[in-house]
């Protein structure tokens, strides 16, 4: 079936360091392709997307681009800040049945 | 803007007990997902509903049951629940189309003693 594999976590980095979470996802077909970023206490809320493959997602500084030959969709960011410390989930859209998968997400720890 | 709303915030029942988690959401959304959160394993699909009067097995069903008789409405039943069964439980919604994201509610911490 379809899935969704995250580096495990805690990732643990200094301020103003370089950020990257590998994703990787097996699925039949193309699934649309999500972050979602998970703060103490809250939902999960979406972070960015990307539709197609070669497509780049990118919001508040985080970028991820939809790579088809290495099924992966890395998140990075060139400058964390101790306000991205949070849970950050990968996860797939399958058009054929509908189903959001996710992976089992990966906490980062920023430190001042 | 309410979003999705999640009741009750918190519960905490006996072995065996039965008890309802509504989801309501106001943005006409037509899909509706019920998920658990559990420490080391993420986000599991408990069941999901494309549609008023539809619903469709995730990767974890056993115990849940589901019912989706208005579209702004969906609801997760445990019968009799178990120790298993404690965790954190999110509801999330979403329009139709294939890139359209998920908006989630802010959980429900069950606790089964």
């Known amino acids: 079936g379809d899935s969704v594999t995250q580096m495990e976590g805690p990732v643990t980095l200094s301020e103003e360091a370089f950020l990257t979470i590998n994703c990787t996802y097996t699925?039949?077909?193309?699934?649309?392709l999500f972050w979602y970023v998970q703060y103490p206490g809250e939902g999960l809320q979406l972070l960015l997307k990307?539709?197609?493959?070669?497509d780049k997602g990118s919001n508040k500084g985080f970028e991820a681009t939809y790579r088809k030959e290495t099924t992966s969709f890395h998140l990075e960011k060139g400058s964390v800040q101790v306000s991205d410390s949070a849970v950050y989930f990968c996860?797939?859209?399958?058009?054929?049945?509908?189903?959001?998968?996710f992976g089992k997400g990966t906490r980062l720890h920023i430190l001042p | 803007n309410a979003g999705v709303t999640q009741t009750p915030k918190f519960r905490v029942l006996k072995t065996g007990q039965s008890m309802t988690l509504l989801c309501a959401q106001d943005?006409?959304?037509?899909?509706m997902y019920w998920y658990r959160q559990d420490p080391g394993m993420g986000l599991r699909l408990i069941h999901y509903?494309?549609?008023?009067?539809?619903?469709a097995k995730g990767e974890v069903p056993d115990g849940y049951n589901v019912s989706r008789l208005k579209k702004q409405n969906f609801l997760l039943g445990l019968e009799s629940a178990a120790p298993s069964q404690t965790s954190v439980y999110f509801c999330a919604s979403k329009a139709h189309s294939y890139n359209s994201p998920l908006h989630f509610g802010n959980g429900t911490r069950l606790t089964v003693t």
């Open positions: 990307a539709t197609k493959a070669d």
């Open positions: 996860a797939l859209f399958m058009n054929r049945d509908d189903k959001i998968i």
């Open positions: 699925a039949t077909g193309y699934p649309s």
């Open positions: 509903s494309v549609g008023e009067g539809t619903t």
């Open positions: 943005m006409n959304h037509e899909y």
